[in-house]
């Protein structure tokens, strides 16, 4: 070994004693933080689900892995509109996003099914479908169609109802109106079978759209109107109670690639941890969301029994049995959801 060499070596070995001997961290430990840019459609606010779930995410995910992994959140469509969002994070242009399940139905329609009018109970029936093996089934064909991985199913601040701007409270008097619905088809057939007619919008355009009368209303949550200020532009909800829709949150393989493995159980601890106090949050906040709306004008009516009753026969015989022939793979997903409710 050469006097070059030598010395060169010295160096290096003592200052790893030096640093072991001192507690400076290692190589893997100084690294920079892995950051994730994380988009959702909705506004940063706490009667948005969105940010509920990613407030307690940044939180749960410093606790586990300290700044080795922060999330750098991007609301209200700053990233793009959620259907070019998709696409972004498919290709790892983008890390995350937060969204309704429907939305990645444009390349996975067999998600679809969640979003067909009244096919689950309510959000305790929801999450023991979506954490069971339809929730398995349906992340494998995403993983294997577009890459992505289903990371977890979150609440919306309660079922989706009929907002709009004379009064429905009725399925005769539904009849015509034209909705603002996602552009899917588990939304558009759903309306149609109900009378309605369905006019497919990206959220980010509802509020002038209802405001300059492009739609006569629009199907969501409460705690969403309420965020969004779609109160402004309705006034009368009818209580359809059509979907309990999962809220997701999806990582692209690239940047599920980020995560080193030695990261990568604290990072998914805290994804289930933040699911599990959203939900419970995102039942308070339903409620509060409808005393809320009320207090600024709202009126409810809820929709009758008859009408419920109808509009989920129908849904079962016409709308969930064409789906499972178009998607023969749905076909033992719907058996397991409707052995859930049981």
Known sequence: MSAMTRRRFVQATGAASLAAATGAPSLAQSQAPIALRFSSSMTADDNAAHYVWYQRMAANLKNAVGDAVKLDYFPNNQLGKESDVVQQVKVGAI??????????????????????????????????????????????????RAGCTILTWASHFGPRNVYTKAQVKSLAEIKGVKLRVLPTPAFIETFKIMGAIPTPIPFGELYMSAQTGVVDGFEHDAGTVLASKLNEVTKSCWQTEHLFSPMVVVIGRRSMDKIPQSLRAGFLKAVNESTAQQRVIASDKAIAAIEDLKKKGMTFF?????????????MESRLWADFSKQYPATAPLFAAISSARA
């Open 302 to 314: 809820p929709m009758a029994a008859a009408d419920r009753a109808f509009v989920r026969k129908e």
């Open 95 to 144: 890390d995350m996003m937060v969204t309704g399940s429907s939305i990645w139905a444009t390349v996975l329609p067999e998600i679809g099914m969640l979003d067909l009018g009244y096919m689950f109970d309510n959000y305790n029936h929801m999450a023991k479908v979506s954490e069971g093996s339809v929730g398995k089934a349906l992340n494998e064909m995403l993983q294997q």
